[in-house]
């Protein structure tokens, strides 16, 4: 369900505005009303953007570096965050300062490796004695053997098919080798390996530092909690308007019904002149869901959607038991259920500091594991076994009871697809007779009357004949109010074209809606055939060993059935979100495009 909201207008005076916010901050109720859409054109809140993204990558970082974070310091503060912050900006860029050194020295070692270890200093020394050395490589098919007369040759190593070597010429002699001339660095290979070896302590000298910050990244949780609270009032100041000479500020927001007493007696000792009404339509409401206990914990499955408009109904308490069939139907295997039960339940009990977060995903886990768990006693599937297969008399009876063939989940499938499609219908009209009045769902009870009673005619001829008078007088009646108030208020020919209209896409629509359905059937029986395919893999490869055998036979099931579980999870939760989004919530005229209800609230 939607919270009741209230519309909250305050008059202040400009002296007093930053002290009322402050006390407006405190209160944490009040979601303000945006005035200025797109990104606020702003130096000082563009600044705090920034600041901001830099100290969540940073956390980021930290996450990776930290061994045991203080989170939770009493000495944190925000300036220490921004201490922390500007060193880890240093130490980055002298990290990569240093890796790019490192690259270059490594580079030229490669180069000098060949060549072995020696002074640089002495190729100078020969120059000015009148001896030019010269540096080659070429492969090994390419060597002459006449260059070490021609040019006093001297091989000096051979690495994978390449010569590497060196002339000894007078100064003034022109050398034409068919040979690449290696220009080597100006350094010894032991000075770049000095080098190399000193700018890897220092990177490791580095890294001790970031982990050393990364411990005290409680100041920078505060720097950040600090920061976002400044970009909101900044925001706030955005959404606000001076008038009568910028002596007053107006500002307009937004605050639960509930709390609008609190919020009177607050503003009561203010001295400053506010109002509090009621919505109206044209007006652009936060959306904040208070459903309650079961239904609760499907409002993120809603979110992932788009939330309702405030005037139009929550639907998250008519899908939810929905979904909760279509997942169990879905994944269709009792093994599989509870396997995730008692993995959520195990969870819930053994793990420390379960956030509230969590808590009411572990209970929809929970709960989908149990439809889970029902849903596969249908077909008798555990682990990719059947069960009904046992001869257990009590396995038996419940075959006898409850067990279903594909033809009959078929159906099934089918018989649910229709409830949802005219269940949808129906909250339809409902949110049309809220919204609009009770003349604006007479068409879609018009459609209702006409799709139940062809149903119930074609199921129960003997009660409702089919084409009989009384079908034909209520079939009558169904097609005024499709044809004549399709559009109430409008003119008479354009209700009927565009009754028209809603008859062929409801004919060519409608069936292609219930036959999404079948999916539920699909996917459960698909997902039982790779069981059973893994059952059978395990057994089949396992050697005829009494040890190995039985190892392998467990490998290739725990393997077999964790990819089965991964894969048919993900399509247990995507497709009856495909049915919910498209299928439910077209038959059901919902618009959604609410905005969450976020009130300004100091984070620190």
């Known amino acids: 369900m939607i919270t009741k909201m209230k519309k909250l207008t305050f008059l202040v005076y400009h002296k007093e505005y930053d002290a009322f916010l402050d006390g407006v901050r405190n209160l944490g109720v009040v979601h303000i009303a945006e005035k200025q859409k797109g990104v606020p054109d702003n130096a000082e809140l563009q600044e705090s953007i920034r600041l901001s993204a830099r100290l969540k990558s940073t956390l980021k970082l930290f996450q990776s570096l930290a061994q045991s974070p203080n989170v939770e310091s009493n000495s944190a503060s925000p300036e220490r965050g921004l201490e922390i912050l500007n060193e880890v900006d240093a130490l980055q860029s002298e990290k990569s300062k240093l890796q790019q050194q490192l690259q ?43 260059w070490e007369d021609s040019y006093n040759a001297f091989i000096i190593n051979r690495l994978s098919g390449h010569i590497y070597f060196i002339t000894a010429t007078e100064n003034a002699l022109d050398i ?33 530092k970031l982990t050393e910050l ?26 606000t308007e001076a008038i ?43 959306i904040e869901l208070n459903n309650k206990g079961f239904f609760a914990w499907f409002d993120p499955i809603c979110k992932l959607y788009m939330l309702p408009k405030y005037n139009e109904l929550d639907l998250t308490p008519f899908f939810a038991p929905f979904f909760m069939i279509f997942f169990g139907l879905c994944l269709g295997d009792s093994g599989y259920g509870l396997f995730l039960f008692l993995g959520a339940t195990g969870y819930r009990i053994f793990a420390k500091n379960v956030s509230a977060t969590m808590k009411p995903i572990l209970s929809l886990i929970q709960v989908l594991a149990v439809s889970t768990f029902f849903c596969g006693l249908l077909t008798g599937t555990f682990f990719g076994a059947n069960i009904y297969g046992i001869d257990v008399p009590f396995l038996q009876n419940m075959k006898g009871r409850i067990f279903m063939d594909n ?156 990819i089965n579980i991964f894969m048919n999870v993900l399509g247990a939760m995507v497709h009856p979100m495909r049915l919910t989004f498209v299928e439910f919530f077209k038959n059901s005229g919902y618009q959604g495009g609410g905005k969450e209800y976020k009130p300004f609230k100091n984070s620190i």
């Open 407 to 562: 033809n009959e989940m078929f159906r099934l499938s089918l018989i649910l697809g229709v409830i949802q499609v005219l269940f949808g219908m129906a909250l339809k009209a409902v949110n049309q007779t809220i919204q609009f009045g009770f003349k604006y769902a007479i068409a879609t009870i018009g459609w209702l009357v006409l799709l139940i009673s062809t149903g119930f005619a074609a199921l129960l001829p003997g009660i409702l004949p089919l084409g009989g008078t009384v079908h034909l007088c209520i079939l009558g009646v169904a097609a005024v109010a499709i044809f004549f108030y399709n559009s109430p208020g409008k003119n008479i020919f354009l209700n009927i074209g565009l009754g028209v209209w809603d008859s062929y896409n409801m004919a060519t629509g409608l069936l292609g809606d219930i036959l999404s359905y079948v999916r539920l059937f699909a996917l459960g029986l698909s997902g039982g055939i790779l069981a059973g395919v893994f059952n059978s893999l395990a057994v089949g490869m396992s050697p005829d060993n009494v040890i190995l055998g039985p190892i392998v036979m467990v490998l290739i099931f725990v393997a077999g059935h964790a």
């Open 214 to 239: 990364a411990n005290e990244q409680a100041s920078l949780l505060e720097t950040l909690k600090k920061n976002n609270s400044d970009i909101e009032f900044s925001k706030v100041l955005l959404n």
């Open 244 to 286: 009568a000479g910028e002596k007053l500020m107006l500002l307009q927001g937004w605050a639960p019904a509930v709390k609008t007493t609190k919020i009177g007696e607050w503003l009561d000792q203010q001295q400053v002149y506010y109002e509090i009404a009621d919505p109206t339509p044209e007006d652009d409401v936060p």
């Open 104 to 146: 270059a020295y490594q580079k030229e070692q490669a180069t000098l490796e060949p060549w072995g270890n020696f002074d640089p200093r002495n190729l100078t020394r020969l120059k000015d004695a009148g001896l030019t050395i010269g540096f080659y490589t070429c492969s090994e098919k390419k060597y002459n053997l006449e």
């Open 176 to 208: 034409s080798i068919d040979a690449e001339q290696m220009k080597l660095p100006s350094s010894s290979l032991e000075e770049l390996q000095n080098s190399c070896a000193q700018i890897e302590e220092a990177l490791v000298k580095n890294e001790h």
